[in-house]
């Protein structure tokens, strides 16, 4: 069974300055073990989207659609149910650990928090249980007892894993893992990541799933089964890893792809596509294509009409008029 | 602690200073409205002849001095103070742990949900209460309760802190005592609460955008959970330092609502000084004060050295 | 310089249209409004008589009636004429003491974030100095020593509430000090006083303007306390000396509300309108800082 499926999912967050719809329409599969890597630029939606998987959208957002988790739509879900849902079910590692720890607990009681919260192991044993994930890690048991502040960033974003990984849940959600991190360190941790999350899958076809979010398609086209790109709150091409990052149809995937030869390459961090112009801004979004501004082969058609996400070879699916099916 | 050293430093000098610098004659300024011993005055003018830097050391070397008399009730200044310590202390202790009870109760409801019911009507009172001069809230209640309007019956002594003739070491003389802390301590807990309700509000209100609070609620913590046990604690040491902080605010309200209720203590001595003016009075009032705010600013960052493991490593 | 008006034009009709629909702003001003109308018409409303304790001609803390509305003082005089003239003195005293209270905390505060070194340290530490020393004792002491009269109450309320915006005004220059603009100018050479006026200043005002009106509160809360314990002049009624009137005479005692609630609630009224209004300007110009 499919664990994870977003069905025409839109979400709008109301502001001062007017409606801004940061997602728009999409509709993506996650198979079970299965690790689905989504790239695109700052403010496309990826974060906007993964949190709308445990229904953790600021209270100025509005979704419509649906996301079901092992086919329960988790936008309707009673409070409790949800409750119950989150964490043992599908977990998260945060952005930025030094913001998503709280600063004045420590982390051997924040990682205990879930486990005791859900029942995963009795009581008595959570202390154990804390002290061998950390291990998992790469972090000495020991350091349950220190507060966040006192462990380096690379250790910081380790806690974040270890806690994810506490209830054994079906799905990760790693929102940009590493981005906090220096190069060296960022490519340890994503390591330490992609390979707990194969080793602990809990059987042959019911693995671990992980959906990996990142600016970086260099860094997902090794690590992913799949890769989805999006653009302004929409899918604009999607399919297997390798083929995407080797032989990309839609022309911002080829921009992003010429962009990120090397895995995490710092420099290319804030100017990544080459391309002409910034990303747009969703409350304000162009017409027809939303990338025809910035595409070098846009077409006067481009400006009118959306294209759709089709079938474009087997397995994989683009959104451009100019991509021949 | 340094720094705590060097404000004190300030104050003397100022204190000294204050006093012999301005324009006029200090020694009228001291008889001002009184008749004063002739012999007194011209110790005085003679001790007040000597070199400035002289007197200044002088001064320095005791400024608690036990000598210092007040001109108004000829008694040693430091002695008065003393004694008038203890119902201050009583009233400001009451009215400081009732509001900051109160208060962050308050202030934790309304800025949970920002913009609700409660917070509305909350953060309305509490600013209104915020405009309010404090002895003026004193005497209408006075007026309410102790003297009785409007077929209101006057329930509430008028003021003092016992009855006369009042045993105040018996359980009898306690209840007197309690009976006359309710009007004074509920007008300071009405002003006071105000101000530590929308700290605690606003301190919670940051929290609030914390990603630590996304990640709680993702582990599957239920909303009381979250705000009990991750935004309260992070939204309450600031708060509670502020409280600290505030303290020369709670000083303002001590003097007006102990004259209003002829409480006897170092707010109604202040009170007393300034009719004179009883200069000696108020340069060890105010040294008196200056001590008590900088050493609860003091305490105040020892909380934090205490509660908040990120400075104390 | 025409561009630059005309910029400063486009911003504040900007803040005037975010203003003119926040709730509780317009609520502060429509008070203010009031207040201020009042108190500029008191001279020609109030015949001179009325307050003249020899010409009183009603009773002693007499309760309302037609011909006082709120009752009497001690003297006879009508507490609804005593309250209106006290609004001048009052609003009067309360806007003095803030320009210079805001004058002296823009000139700290500027000063402070702009120098570096031995001055900058020495202005932070009497700035820091004046906000821990408790506000009504020192208010207290210097008010003795230069003696009850209005212009002294201005200034000793002005000096004693700087403090606060001078940290404030501080930390916003130490925010623009960095900006590209100030750097090319201290490259191009330009003077101290050339920086601070033509690019910091300009750049802090709508945050000290908020800020004022902030402290014209807090001022008019001081005012009120130190008239109260009868700092200020005998011969101007405000508020604040009102009540000091109203509590030795022993209005409380005799359970004349009349002649205590009225003042109380004007206080109330004022402090709230400009606390309203500041709030108001602080959402609109710093929303960042604003809760
Ligand atoms: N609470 C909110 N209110 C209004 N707009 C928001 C809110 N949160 C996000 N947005 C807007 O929605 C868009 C999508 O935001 P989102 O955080 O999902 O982007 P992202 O792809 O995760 O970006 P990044 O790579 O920078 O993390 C952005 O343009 C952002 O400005
Ligand atoms: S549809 Fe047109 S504008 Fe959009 S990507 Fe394809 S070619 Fe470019
Ligand atoms: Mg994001």
Known sequence: MTLLQF??????????AGNVPAVRGVTLDVAAGETLGIAGESGCGKTTLASAVLRLL?????????????????????????????????????????????????????IAEPIRLHQTVPDKQIGARVGELLTQVGLPASR????????????????????????????????????????????????????LVRDLGTGPDRGMGMILISHDLGVLGTTCDRIAVMYAGQIIESGPALEIFDNPKHPYTRALAAAFPRIGDPAARYAPTGLPGDPPYPGDLPTGCAFHPRCPIAAPACKLGAPALIEVAPHRTAACYKVDQ | MLRAFVTLAFVIIFNFFLFRMLPGDPIGLYARGRNQDPEQLVELRRALNKPLLEQFLT?????????????????????????????????????ILLASLIGIWVGIRAGWKPGGRFDR????????????????????????????????????????????????????????????????????????????????????????????????????????????????????????????????FVVTGAITVETVFSWPGLGLLTYEALRGPDIPLLQAIFLMFSIAVIAANLLAELLYVIFDPRVRS | MSVATARRRLALTRFANSFRHDQSGMTGVVILAIFIATAILAPILIPDAALDVTKADGGRFEGPSL???????????????????????SLTVGIAATIISMVLGTAFGIAAGHFRGVGSHALVGVTDWFLVIPFLP???????????????????????????????????TLSIEGRPYLERSKALGAGNWYQMSRHVLPNVFPLVLANTTLTVAIVILSETTLSFLGLGDPQAPSWGALLDRAFSSGAVSRGAWWYVLPPGICVVLVVLAFTLVGRAMERIVDPRRAS
């Not at chain 1, 380790?158 to 790693?174: G, H, Q």
């Open chain 2, 121 to 248: 009507m909350s953060t309305g009172t509490t600013l209104i209460l915020y405009s309010m001069p404090e002895f003026w809230l004193g005497m209408m209640l006075l007026i309410v309760f102790s003297v009785g309007v409007f077929g209101i019956p006057g329930m509430f002594p008028v003021g003092g802190i016992a009855s006369p003739g009042a045993d105040t070491s018996s359980p009898m003389g306690w209840l007197n005592v309690l009976w006359h802390l309710v009007l004074p301590c509920t007008t300071l807990v009405l002003i006071y609460l105000a101000d530590y309700a929308l700290v605690m509000r606003a301190s919670l209100i940051d929290e609030r955008k914390q990603e630590y609070l996304t990640l709680a609620r993702a582990k599957g913590l239920r909303d009381t959970s979250v705000r009990k046990r991750h935004a309260v604690p992070n939204a309450l040491l600031p708060t509670v330092t502020l409280i600290f902080l505030s303290l020369g």
């Open chain 1, 7 to 16: 069905r025409d999912l839109w979400v709008d967050y109301s502001s001062s």
């Open chain 3, 138 to 172: 020192l208010a207290i002491v210097l008010a003795t020593v230069l003696g009850p009269s209005t212009t002294n109450l201005i200034i000793v309320i002005g000096i004693t509430s700087w403090a606060g915006t001078a940290r404030l005004i501080r930390a916003q």
């Open chain 1, 144 to 195: 349950a007892k220190s507060y966040p502040h006192q462990l380096s960033g690379g250790q910081r974003q380790r806690v974040m894993i270890a806690m994810a990984l506490a209830c054994k849940p079906a799905l990760i959600i790693a929102d940009e893992p590493t981005t906090a991190l220096d190069v060296m360190v960022q490519a340890q941790v994503l390591d330490l990541l992609t390979g």
């Open chain 1, 58 to 110: 600021p209270e100025n957002a509005q979704v419509r659609g649906e996301v079901l988790l092992d086919g329960v739509d988790t936008l309707t879900m009673k409070w409790g149910r949800l409750r119950a849902v989150r964490w043992s079910q599908a977990a998260i590692v945060f952005q930025g650990a030094l913001h998503a720890l709280n600063p004045v607990q420590r982390i051997g009681d924040q």
């Open chain 2, 59 to 95: 001064y320095l070397r005791n400024p608690f001095d036990s000598t210092i008399d007040s001109t108004r009730f000829s008694r040693p200044v430091w002695e008065m103070i003393g004694e008038r310590v203890w119902p201050t202390l009583l009233l400001l202790g009451t009215a």
């Open chain 3, 67 to 89: 011909s006082y509305p709120l009752g009497t003082d001690e003297s006879g005089r009508s507490v609804l004429l005593l309250l209106a003239w006290g609004t001048r003195i």
